[in-house]
């Protein structure tokens, strides 16, 4: 009986080591709001983060219209930190191995193709780069578009923060503590954090 007992408890000791490799974790969070809830929320949660990166966006429209627009240089650094996905169908998403070239183009990401969109109202010409998107699910802007840094200040649009921050632990144990942002979303981030 002893022994019997002492099996089990080492086949659930061995059980609950290996489903840490079993179960994906998310290795990291991907935030969305203005300068000051973004710095904010890092600041007042930093005893938890291993590392963080804020990047400058604009967005436009709201809801299911949401569009987020991004420098090319800022978009090259989040890839590098893998925050970009691929959508391969409705449920699965794989790792994005590498963004699409902007050309000297504005780029969209987006489930649909469009080669304009508007921006206030506005008609801007652009090329369609994918059904491509952020973490592991469009959870927060319809469109992301890619802007080549030379046209950056031609978006007339409202400023806006992202940021890719690495936690200690498991990511999802810290979702709720990133209530103040317009969106915290899990992301399996890595690259420059490891």
Do not use: H
């Not at 304009?116 to 801007?124: G, V």
């Amino acid at each position: 009986m002893k022994k019997i007992l002492l099996v089990g408890m080492i086949l659930g000791g061995l059980l609950l080591t290996l489903s840490g490799c079993i179960f994906d974790k998310a290795k990291g969070l991907i935030l969305y709001g203005s300068q000051d809830q973004v710095t904010s929320a890092i600041a007042s949660n930093k005893k938890d983060i291993a590392s963080s990166t804020i990047f400058a966006a604009k967005q436009d429209g709201d809801g299911d219209n949401l569009t987020i627009f991004l420098k090319e240089t800022d978009a090259k650094s989040m890839q590098k930190q893998q925050a970009f996905t691929k959508v391969v169908n409705s449920d699965k998403t794989e790792v994005l191995k590498e963004l699409p070239a902007t050309n000297g183009n504005m780029v969209l990401l987006a489930k649909d193709n469009a080669t304009e969109i508007s921006i206030r109202a506005k008609k801007q010409a652009l090329t369609y780069g994918g059904n491509i998107t952020f973490g592991d699910a469009r959870t927060y802007a319809k469109n992301i578009v890619i802007v080549p840094d030379n046209l950056w200040e031609s978006v007339d649009a409202k400023s806006e923060s992202i940021a890719t921050v690495m936690t200690k632990k498991d990511a999802a144990d810290y979702l709720t503590d990133f209530q103040d942002v317009d969106k915290a979303q899990l992301a399996d981030l890595l690259g420059l954090f490891e």
